[in-house]
């Protein structure tokens, strides 16, 4: 079974600095795919970056980079010079292999991590 | 592209009761899936449609049904409401290259 683990429940950052959001994942199929989503508190679900399992270079979104270290199973986020409104919950997820090839499979979800941006 | 709209956006019911949430695709998305998210948790994965077909579920009761339309437009359906599930209940259309979420309904039960 697939599981993700963020172990920091919170956050905290002062504004323009860099901060780093932990995630490690368990999964034994060998394609998989991993996203990070900011949840505001109004509840939507934002995409902020995707790393696939097979992607030989960390990926990069503006001010989100990813870590991947796929032998430690980790892909944590970097936000670079943190703004006031990065202010929310992250979660990171896996995408499981296709099913059959003919659509696209479930997002499992981690616990979360609520970062507090500081002036 | 239009996006995913979620309706309603807030709902009240009381315990024993039976809902409806509904969820529009995104253009171009042939998978709809549904999440369920109590408060200070992740998304929990209830279902999957694909091609008006549930392919995927996870550790939900019966009682919890979807369809998909021939639009990809989607319903999830709850019967005799627990106050456990008070929750956002999310919905995501999906391509190859990614997700696109709602921004969900907040159901309470009372």
């Known amino acids: 079974a697939q599981k993700i683990t963020q172990t920091q429940p919170g956050m905290f950052v002062q504004e323009k600095e860099a901060v780093t959001l932990d995630c490690t994942y368990d999964?034994?199929?060998?394609?998989?795919?991993l996203f990070w989503y900011k949840q505001p508190s109004s509840g939507e679900m934002i995409f902020l970056i995707y790393?696939?399992?097979?992607?030989?270079q960390n990926a990069t979104e503006g001010r989100y980079s990813l870590n991947f270290q796929k032998a430690r199973k980790s892909a944590n986020l970097v936000i670079s010079a943190s703004q006031l409104g990065d202010s929310a919950m992250y979660f990171c997820?896996?995408?499981?292999?296709?099913?059959?090839?003919?659509?696209?499979?479930?997002?499992?979800f981690g616990q979360g991590t609520i970062l507090t941006v500081h002036p | 592209e239009t996006g995913v709209t979620q309706s309603p956006t807030h709902l009240i019911k009381t315990r024993g009761q039976q809902v409806t949430l509904r969820c529009s695709s995104q253009?171009?998305?042939?998978?709809v899936s549904w999440y369920q998210q109590a408060l200070g948790q992740g998304p929990q994965f209830i279902f999957q449609?694909?091609?008006?077909?549930?392919?995927g579920r996870g550790n939900f009761p019966p009682r919890f049904s979807g369809l998909q339309f021939p639009n990809y437009s989607s319903e999830l359906n709850v019967n005799a409401l627990e106050l456990d599930d008070s929750a956002l209940y999310l919905c995501?259309?999906?391509?190859?290259?990614?997700?696109?979420f709602g921004s969900g309904t907040r159901l309470t039960v009372v």
């Open positions: 995501a259309s999906s391509s190859y290259y990614g997700y696109t």
């Open positions: 997820a896996m995408r499981e292999a296709n099913a059959g090839g003919t659509s696209y499979g479930k997002l499992t």
């Open positions: 253009s171009g998305h042939n998978t």
């Open positions: 999964t034994s199929d060998p394609s998989y795919g």
């Open positions: 790393q696939g399992s097979y992607d030989q």
């Open positions: 449609y694909y091609r008006e077909e549930e392919n």
